[in-house]
């Protein structure tokens, strides 16, 4: 890394002192508010500050399952391991790392790990990332599905597009046809709290604004997830843009998701026939 952008140390540098008093804290915090329910028990503890690099590597080559929940405890993800190390495309959840990678990773993070750790803790901080890990999978999931219904249901094959607009490349989630001038644009987009309306609708807007600069007589429809039914006439008016053609709502059931999409395709024009 060069000097003008910051590394994971620079990162974790600026926020260390914040943290530590943060962290003093909340120890404190608890004690307080549970001090009639804690109790002291023996666990079992790492002890990480009598380890050499070389202990580590071994430890995290011969079980590689370690790697996450190590990675977590110095607040490192993935794309970090790539930014600072040029590994890409490392699963951390399931890695297959040669020896030599697992003595750069064990010398990269062990200036980042605690002097110690109890063992339920590290077991419990896997276990929260590997949930949230799994969460925004099934996430991702219904969006696929959104292009599996587009594919069965309409009479073209979609694909990611990407397009040029004002010197800038935008996006679009999905479209047809796969190559050659954008025919019909879908955006996709989760919405799960009332205070991402006004930025995702804007992101909307504008994407549907540019994609008709350049493809006027393009059909641009939406597909969103908001789990406020009630609420999902906001949207709507705010979506109320002669660039925009369509907006269906979808919730995360397959009768759902094709349900809106052949409504979308219906009034596109774009349905199988």
Same mark, same amino acid.
């Given at each position: 890394?060069?000097?003008?952008?910051?590394?994971?140390?620079?990162?974790?540098?600026?926020?260390?002192?914040?943290?530590?008093?943060?962290?003093?804290?909340?120890?404190?915090?608890?004690?307080?508010?549970?001090? =009639?329910?804690?109790?002291?028990?023996?666990?079992?503890?790492?002890?990480?500050?009598?380890?050499?690099?070389?202990?580590?590597?071994?430890?995290?080559?011969?079980?590689?399952?370690?790697? *996450?929940?190590?990675?977590?405890?110095?607040?490192?993800?993935?794309?970090?391991?790539?930014?600072?190390?040029?590994?890409? /495309?490392?699963?951390?959840?399931?890695?297959?790392?040669?020896?030599?990678?697992? /003595?750069?990773?064990?010398?990269?993070?062990?200036?980042?790990?605690?002097?110690?750790?109890?063992?339920?803790?590290?077991?419990?901080?896997?276990?929260?990332?590997?949930?949230? =890990?799994?969460?925004?999978?099934?996430?991702?999931?219904?969006?696929?599905?959104?292009?599996?219904?587009? /594919? *069965?249901?309409? $009479?073209?094959?979609?694909? *990611?597009?990407?397009?040029?607009?004002?010197?800038?490349?935008?996006?679009?989630?999905?479209?047809?046809?796969?190559?050659?001038?954008?025919?019909?644009?879908?955006?996709?987009?989760?919405?799960?709290?009332?205070?991402?309306?006004?930025?995702?609708?804007?992101?909307?807007?504008?994407?549907?604004?540019?994609?008709?600069?350049?493809?006027?007589?393009?059909?641009?429809?939406?597909?969103?997830?908001?789990?406020?039914?009630?609420?999902?006439? $906001?949207?709507? /008016?705010?979506?109320?843009?002669?660039?925009?053609?369509?907006?269906?709502?979808?919730?995360?059931?397959?009768?759902?998701?094709?349900?809106?999409?052949?409504?979308?395709?219906?009034?596109?024009?774009?349905?199988?026939?």
């Amino acid at each position: 890394m060069t000097e003008e952008y910051s590394s994971q140390k620079d990162y974790i540098d600026k926020v260390k002192g914040i943290a530590e008093t943060r962290q003093e804290e909340v120890e404190t915090a608890l004690k307080n508010a549970f001090r =009639k329910h804690i109790e002291k028990r023996e666990v079992e503890v790492i002890i990480f500050s009598d380890m050499t690099s070389n202990d580590l590597a071994s430890a995290i080559y011969s079980y590689q399952l370690i790697l *996450k929940p190590l990675l977590a405890c110095c607040s490192i993800a993935g794309r970090a391991i790539e930014r600072d190390l040029g590994m890409k /495309n490392l699963d951390t959840y399931s890695p297959h790392l040669d020896k030599e990678n697992a /003595n750069i990773i064990a010398g990269y993070i062990k200036a980042f790990l605690p002097p110690y750790i109890e063992l339920p803790a590290i077991v419990g901080i896997d276990r929260i990332w590997y949930i949230d =890990k799994e969460i925004r999978k099934g996430k991702g999931r219904w969006e696929k599905l959104i292009v599996v219904a587009l /594919n *069965k249901f309409g $009479n073209n094959t979609f694909f *990611k597009r990407k397009f040029e607009a004002d010197r800038e490349e935008f996006e679009i989630d999905t479209g047809a046809p796969p190559k050659g001038d954008i025919q019909i644009g879908i955006d996709i987009k989760r919405i799960e709290a009332r205070r991402d309306i006004h930025k995702r609708c804007d992101e909307i807007v504008n994407k549907a604004t540019k994609l008709k600069a350049v493809y006027p007589e393009v059909k641009f429809g939406v597909v969103i997830y908001y789990p406020f039914i009630q609420e999902q006439i $906001n949207i709507q /008016n705010r979506l109320a843009s002669p660039y925009i053609d369509c907006v269906v709502f979808a919730s995360e059931s397959d009768s759902s998701v094709e349900t809106s999409i052949k409504l979308l395709l219906s009034k596109l024009g774009f349905i199988k026939r």
